[in-house]
């Protein structure tokens, strides 16, 4: 994907999703890769 990012795999859809800026305070909290993944748990 993107240069030398950390990666994670989103809990509802299975794919891979990068780090993005917005993220920067709580990468750790982070399980879905999108809005529409988080509201369809």
Same mark, same amino acid.
């Given at each position: 994907?993107? !240069? /030398? ?6 809990? $509802?859809?299975? !794919?891979?999703?990068?780090? $993005?800026?917005?993220? !920067?305070? /709580? ?8 809005? $529409?993944? $988080?509201? /369809?748990?």
């Amino acid at each position: 994907m993107s !240069k /030398n990012l950390p990666e994670k795999i989103c809990v $509802r859809c299975k !794919k891979p999703f990068s780090w $993005r800026k917005k993220w !920067k305070l /709580n990468w750790s909290d982070v399980k879905y890769c999108s809005k $529409r993944c $988080r509201d /369809n748990k």
